[in-house]
Every structure is written in C-alpha cells, then in structure tokens.
T-cell receptor, first 110, second 113 residues
Framework: RKEVEQDPGPFNVPEGATVAFNCTYS??????FFWYRQDCRKEPKLLMS???SGNEDGRFTAQLNRASQYISLLIRDSKLSDSATYLC???????????FGKGTRLSVIA | DADVTQTPRNRITKTGKRIMLECSQT?????MYWYRQDPGLGLRLIYY???????NKGEISDGYSVSRQAQAKFSLSLESAIPNQTALYFC????????????FGPGTRLTVL
C-alpha cells in the first residue's frame, strides 16, 4: 500500500541552490496536506501546510495539484541548516488519520 | 519546558516483558496520538484518542494497548514485547484532529532483545 510516495533521495545540493521535492498521493478524497521537517533522530515538526492556492513562507514554497494528486516543496537559496528529512503528509479525507510519506533526505553542502 | 514530553527516552528490554511508554502534554489539546517510526517505513499510527473517553485503533494496533488517564496523559503499553516492536515511538497532540498541525514529543527509542 503506497498512499503517499516520495523520492527518498538523498538530494545533495550546494549552499544557495534551489531544490524541489515532489510527493504523490493516491486518495483523491484527501483534504489536508502538510510538509514536516525531521532532523536526524529528532521529532517531526511542521514546516508548512499546503493550500490549494499554493503558499509561500520565506524561502519555502508549497504547491498542490489536485488533478494530478501531487504536492511539491521548493526551497530557494538553500542553507546548511536546511539539511534534514522532509516528510509529505496527507490525510485520508475528512477527519481521518494522516498518512506519512517515507521522507526525502536533503543534504546541503558548503 | 517542552510542551510534549515522553518517558523514557531510551529503553532496552527483553522479549516477553511488559513495558509502558508515557506521554504528557501541557498544550491543553484534547487529541493525542501514538506513532512508531521504522527505517524505510515512515511513521505509522498505532492508536489515537480524541478525548479522555475516546480511544481508537490506528493502522498497526496489534500487540499494543493504550490508556488515556487524563487530558494531558496518554500511555502506550506493550503487553509482551517482541523484537519487531523495536522502533522509535512518538507521541503527538493536536487541537483539531487530523486536519490540524500535530505536535510531536521527542520520541522514545525502544529496543527489544
């Protein structure tokens, strides 16, 4: 069962680069979408929610394409501190449990 | 102080032992969750509770039980631990269920020998 799929990476990028992650989901009834960040051996923390109109928070931009059932995360001007695993998270429609992708690992290199 | 705390942070136990993982929160949230994380598998939901009198099974509840002692406390028990329950366990809370931000505790690393 692969409800949320992500490229596991790792993505190794130099500082200052722009990097994009994609995530596909299988449940067309899904209504809530999130990107979480998880540092090594730490708990996941919300990076941003993803809205239908797309949203931006500083260097981070999230997009949702309902027709194709994918979500994207764009990171501009990558910093060393952006190195982490990024989790795509989708709910099952309505108030049903979240499904977590396996994560995409990013390493930003000096 | 952290809003969501978990004890213990690390635990090594033997097959067949009973173990309890505890979670406390000061966020005032009604919704609480237990997840486990395995390498290459992502986070999977074990149990969740929307209030003190509400307990629901998640995707992988077999071999686990929970107790919601109060709004702020949600415990996970392994009645008879087995090696494939070795994992990183996270407790989480949210204000408004699965459409809302989840706040995770720091995790408990459990090893079953």
């Amino acid at each position: 069962r692969k409800e949320v799929e992500q490229d596991p990476g790792p993505f190794n990028v130099p500082e200052g680069a722009t990097v994009a992650f994609n995530c596909t989901y299988s449940n067309s009834a899904s209504q809530s979408f999130f990107w979480y960040r998880q540092d090594c051996r730490k708990e996941p923390k919300l990076l941003m929610s993803v809205y239908s109109s797309g949203n931006e928070d500083g260097r981070f931009t999230a997009q949702l394409n309902r027709a194709s059932q994918y979500i994207s995360l764009l990171i501009r001007d990558s910093k060393l501190s952006d190195s982490a695993t990024y989790l795509c998270v989708v709910n099952g429609g309505g108030n049903t449990p979240l499904v977590f992708g396996k994560g995409t690992r990013l390493s930003v290199i000096a | 102080d952290a809003d969501v705390t978990q004890t213990p942070r690390n635990r090594i136990t033997k097959t067949g032992k009973r173990i309890m993982l505890e979670c406390s929160q000061t966020k005032g949230h009604d919704r609480m969750y237990w997840y486990r994380q395995d390498p290459g598998l992502g986070l999977r939901l074990i149990y969740y509770s929307f209030d003190v009198k509400d307990i629901n099974k998640g995707e992988i509840s077999d071999g686990y039980s929970v107790s919601r002692q109060a709004q702020a406390k949600f415990s996970l028990s392994l009645e008879s631990a087995i090696p494939n329950q070795t994992a990183l366990y996270f407790c989480a809370t949210s204000l408004a269920g699965f459409t809302d931000t989840q706040y995770f505790g720091p995790g408990t690393r459990l090893t079953v020998l």
